[in-house]
């Protein structure tokens, strides 16, 4: 059979043959497609056993056809699952479940029209009853297929097996095993959303499937989704004493602000297993986020007592600012760094811990040479990761904005002064909630305006939520069978009551975050700076703060930051940083020019010098009262994740405004990166 495939074809890596004996260690990263020639006979050893209760239909049976149509849907080949799903209808059009997903795939398409009656057959039909597919298989028998499926991998290359999985799934599309198999090799080739879908079919077909099911955990985690929490207490309901599980959970909760509950569970985790180094740096970081210094120290240490090169562990240290290593410890970290061979990403954390230590000993020239090496460190480390799994990198929105030219250009082509009168009018206010975005750099504040807000009583601080991004990535593969990234030209089609219920979503995703009742939620996501314009259409109600540091002062904060690799590449090099700060002022330029008084815009340097003034302005924007609590915001306890967590702890200071200026000797070629012509 030759299936119309519409997924991306990239290149299988060229490791050529790899040993699958570590499949369940999780081995390399590898993606493969079906091929673009008539398709291989599926080796002997991996045709599936007949004996299994998952077959229970003829090829040609709706049923058969249904599942066959959701499993091709879950591994990306959506114009054949359209096609599946066609011929499923035809024969029974009453098959309400097979009309819906219909509708579903046909939207990726563009195909509206038929989307819409599809939807409509499918609520004629909804009373009809069908049988739900599933793999029956009982956990032993599961383990045992596994077993088996992997034996013939082994020997075999990694193009090869990938379309041997593929085929064994066009054979049997109930197939839990081979399906977890092929969701991790897409999650460890780069493609997350194949790799979510096709745990998600797995789990749907087969509940019990705890490795499944826990490996789909760590996807979650990974991603900081919320949808982790549910996820990781369904593990633990069935085996509450699991240490793994447990610490999964603990991660979950962390992730999402619930860091109270993964503080318990750690505790409880230590005190059956009192060396685990990974505990003991969990356990630190949620202690320096819930504002316990001294306990978080006394975890840290714990740590390199343990494990002397953990470069996590000093940088949690240096986290914690102030003078919390010492001398000692800088000869300490100095001899990890040349007497032992350490992981690169240890080594790139001490560096970065010494550079802060050597910083507030004032040593700039041995601090500016730590933060060169860390930086260093990182493309290494980038190099390495690009080199092994080339096609790994995708912008699916959950991530930093794209920056590139041809992103911004598209953006402000969309939403111009014209169509920003004629086509794209806002939603209707469904909400009474009001959301407030603090957006901008990283390191230029957001953390210390939401503390600000969050000190007043009709306010709460969230902290970074993918609310939006969540949002922006659904638009961006809402046409996914016809342009690769539908945003943001697909909003010009929205009707109101469409952008309405997105806001709507907005609102009820943020309940997960939230503690209170309080009218006014705080999200300071920094990335959401690239979609003012979404926010302004979808949540008209919503206030948003651009919190703006000077270039030099925000660029070198950022630089001199371990900030996360997965989405602050730009930060660790002058010439990137220089042209990302300036596209991102220019954009915001864009932003207070077609959408004028939508965005307050706070001066960071105004902030620190006129603190009440800029306090009261901003919740005069936010129409809120003025409340004295807020100039007191550092009384505030709630748990703070960003690196700033230490600054908003104590009443602002003017330290932090001309630090750069220490190390100006060695910013040459950083004001050349801003004061660089832009590019056209």
Partial sequence: MRLPIEKAVRNPLAAGRRSWEQLDV????????????????????????????????????????????????????????????????????????????????????????????????????????????????????????????????????????????????????????????????????????????????????????????????????????????AETGRLLSDSPDNPRYQFLRATALMNNSKVDAAIDIVTELLGKDPNNVDFWLFYGNALRVAGRREEAVQAYRKCLDVQPGMGAAWWGLAELKENVLTQNDVAGMRAQLEEHALPSESRKAIFYALGQTLERARDFPASFAAYEEGAREHWAIKEIEEREHPDAASDDGSGPPDDSMPGMQQLTKVFSRENLVSRLVPAPVISPDTPIFVIGMPRAGSTLVEQILSSHSRVEGIGECSLIGDIKRGLIRSRILVTPNAYPDCLLDLTRDELAALGARVIADSRNYRATDRPCFVDKRPWNWVDVGLIHLILPQAKIIDIRREPMAACFAMYKQMLPRESCDFSYDFKKLGPYYKRYVRLMDHWHAVLPGRVHLVRYERLVEDTECEIRRMLDYCELPFEEGCLRFWELERAIVTPSAEQVRRPIYRDALEQWRNFEPWLGPLKEALAAPEEN
């Fill in 26 to 229: 999780l081995p390399e990263p590898l993606v493969s497609l079906l091929p673009a020639g008539p398709a291989p006979s599926l080796p002997a050893s991996l045709v599936p056993d007949a004996s299994l209760s998952t077959r229970t239909e003829p090829a040609a049976a709706p049923a058969h056809l249904y599942e066959l149509g959701l499993t091709f849907a879950a591994m990306s080949y959506h114009t054949a699952a359209i096609e599946v799903l066609r011929d499923c209808t035809a024969l029974a059009p009453n098959h309400a479940p097979a009309w819906r997903k219909l509708a579903e795939l046909l939207r990726l398409a563009g195909e509206d029209a038929q989307a819409n009656a599809a939807e409509t057959t499918a609520r004629a039909c909804a009373g009809v009853k069908w049988k739900k597919g599933l793999d029956e298989r009982t956990l032993p028998r599961l383990h045992k297929a596994e077993q088996k499926l992997v034996e013939p991998l082994k020997a075999m290359a990694e193009d090869e097996a990938a379309m041997a999985i593929r085929e064994r799934l066009m054979a049997n599309p109930l197939d839990a095993v081979a399906m977890r198999f092929l969701a991790r090799l897409e999650k460890r080739g780069g493609d997350l959303f194949t790799a979510r879908a096709l745990f998600e079919r797995t789990l749907d077909i087969c509940p019990a499937y705890t490795s499944a099911r826990e490996e789909y955990c760590q996807l979650l985690t990974g991603q900081h989704d919320y949808a982790a929490v």
